[in-house]
């Protein structure tokens, strides 16, 4: 009986081996699983950034009265058109928001945003001085971002004029 007792404790003590071994394989399964998860959220991310970057291309290219805008001109033209050029704009800021959130450490994302920004300042200074509220309904990065250029522009109420820069 000894001998058979033995024996029980053998096979008992490969079985735990095997069972952590079985739970060590399923703890690396499961961190892979949350591997490709991440992976799949920023592909996403990353595609989702690029289509809505894409859109606003495709904007500009069918308005560029909008894209390189004579904002004094638009300012003086009919209510529709303020909107469309509001809407414009307002797609533009969201575009370059998925860029940056999606591809924070690639700096040409932020210097084509920042490109395509400089023509529309004017009007985010009059829309920030009308209604704060406006740049509120983005991210605080993009409202960082909006601030930044327009201070380094020079471009300050009461006329928020594009300064020399």
């Known amino acids: 009986m000894t001998a058979m007792a033995q024996q029980a404790a053998w096979w008992q003590r490969y079985g735990t081996l095997a069972q952590m071994a079985h739970a060590t394989v399923a703890l690396l399964g499961f961190g892979a699983v949350l ?13 989702a950034a690029r289509t809505a970057y894409l859109g606003y291309t495709d904007l500009a290219f069918k308005n560029p009265k909008f894209a390189q805008p004579d904002y004094e001109a638009i300012k003086a033209g009919s209510r529709e058109e303020r909107s469309q050029y509001e809407s414009f704009v307002s797609y533009f800021l969201y575009a370059c928001e998925e860029t940056f959130a999606a591809f924070a450490d690639k ?14 300042l004017a009007f985010l200074c009059e829309k920030n001085q009308a209604q704060p509220a406006y740049l509120a309904t983005y991210g605080a990065e993009t409202q960082q971002w909006v601030k930044t250029s327009l201070k380094t ?11 020399k820069t």
């Open 107 to 120: 700096r040409e994302w932020q210097a084509s945003c920042d490109y395509e920004l400089k023509p529309h």
């Open 35 to 47: 591997l490709q998860i991440n992976e799949i959220r920023w592909s996403n991310r990353a595609s």
């Open 153 to 163: 522009a020079g471009v300050a109420p009461p006329d928020c004029k594009l300064g």
